[in-house]
């Protein structure tokens, strides 16, 4: 139950912090290039290859090795600091042979395996960032307003990063629009690294045995299952969305819903809760369940957008829930990498949601995309509320 906010930290408070706001700068600047990505990438391997099967299949390429590779890159920077500008370098490099190919033209298969080489190594910001707040942060309520107004920036990010793109690409050429995105990148990464430093944070245990998969944390399995049902609901509801509606509608829509989430999001972050972080996770992934309930019952243009509103703010301050439980769950020396997996859980939900929204659309229309989105997030999150986890926090040990 939310108490007033009174007494939660401010905003101002949290940049006012310890070079918080040299941080957030860079960190922001750094998720431009992400934002920017997509569009230039696309077009421009179209447009060296001539060929959009060889584009398309170059941007997911990227896109999936850069998600199942994020946890690692992450345990990588978290070991060593120094990796860091390595992959700054790599990945601007082949961001940047992918734009002199496409302005000289190149062979489709050359450019898969550049893509494909450009994600395994983009610099693991996101999760460096949701780290070094918690670091910074000298109280719970300032960890929450930080990590909050971390994950609306790096949303509004995103979501305008490909309007940029777009814009970018039209006013000079694809392959420039590429190259400006890796010289971003370069300079984004390049002032992050600088202003970030060297992490306080204790080293793992010596000893410890690497794993393949996330950390082995009580009840870290349990916040991964529903942060995968809250991507593949939400992706369920977006490509429904376009089929029903229309891209002249859908976009619209789904603005709304982004809209949502960073509304949702910058309330969150000010107000003090009494439920704790897992039973608070719990209940955002059963609202929005009941989100995508409404449009699945109502299908009234009204009622959609309504409920889009409300599952875009769900979803957000569920994430920001589960970032604020890598502290409490898992010890230092582990927190980047986990947060990493946060993102990686809900990366494949989205591509799971996408590939089932379009089987279930070629085979039964539209119809059950909002229906099977929540039923989707009802199931994982009954099944989080399930597996085990540890009441004790590890954050005051660690």
């Not at 108490?3 to 860079?26: K, T």
């Not at 777009?166 to 690294?193: E, P, W």
Request: net charge positive; proline share 7%; glycine share 12%.
């Amino acid at each position: 139950m939310p108490r007033p906010a009174r007494g939660s930290a401010s905003y101002r408070a949290v940049l006012a912090l310890p070079h918080a706001r040299a941080l957030f700068a860079a960190a922001t600047l750094a998720r431009l290039s992400y934002g920017l990505l997509s569009l230039p990438l696309l077009l421009a391997v179209r447009e060296g290859t001539g060929s959009y099967a060889a584009a398309g299949t170059a941007a997911g390429l990227f896109g999936l090795t850069a998600a199942v590779l994020g946890p690692y890159r992450s345990r990588l920077v978290e070991r060593r600091r120094a990796a860091l500008p390595v992959l700054t370098a790599l990945y601007g490099t082949l961001l940047g042979c992918l734009a002199a190919g496409s302005a000289l033209g190149m062979d489709a298969g050359l450019a898969v395996t550049l893509a494909v080489l450009a994600g395994v190594f983009p610099p693991p910001v996101g999760p460096l960032m949701r780290t070094r707040w918690g670091e910074l942060a000298d109280s719970e309520a300032q960890r929450q307003s930080a990590l909050s107004l971390d994950a609306v920036t790096e949303s509004t990010v995103f979501a305008v990063g490909p309007v940029l793109g777009g814009l970018l690409t039209a006013a000079t050429s694809a392959s420039l629009s590429l190259a400006a995105t890796a010289v971003l990148a370069v300079t984004g990464f390049t002032a992050f690294t600088a202003v970030l430093g060297e992490s306080p944070s204790a080293p793992p245990p010596a000893g410890t045995r690497t794993r393949l998969g996330p950390p082995a944390a009580p009840g870290f399995a349990a916040l991964l299952v529903v942060v995968l049902g809250s991507g593949c609901a939400l992706a369920l509801a977006e490509v429904g969305i376009v089929a029903a509606r229309g891209a002249a509608v859908a976009g619209p829509l789904m603005a709304l819903c982004a809209t949502g989430g960073a509304i949702g999001g910058l309330a969150y972050g000010r107000v003090q809760w009494r439920a704790a972080p897992h039973r608070r996770l719990l209940t955002l992934g059963a609202l929005a369940a009941a989100c995508y309930a409404l449009p699945a019952a109502v299908s009234a243009l009204p009622a959609v957008a309504l409920g889009l509103l409300l599952a875009g703010a769900c979803s957000d301050t569920l994430l920001i829930t589960a970032y604020l439980q890598v502290d409490a769950l898992v010890p230092a020396g582990f927190r980047t990498e986990a947060s990493a997996w946060i993102n990686t859980a809900a990366n494949l939900g989205g591509a799971l949601g996408s590939a089932a929204a379009g089987f279930l659309i070629s085979r039964y229309g539209a119809a059950p995309a909002f229906p099977a989105a929540a039923a989707v997030l009802t199931a994982l999150t009954a099944l989080g509320a399930l597996l085990p986890r540890r009441r004790a926090a590890v954050r005051a040990a660690a």
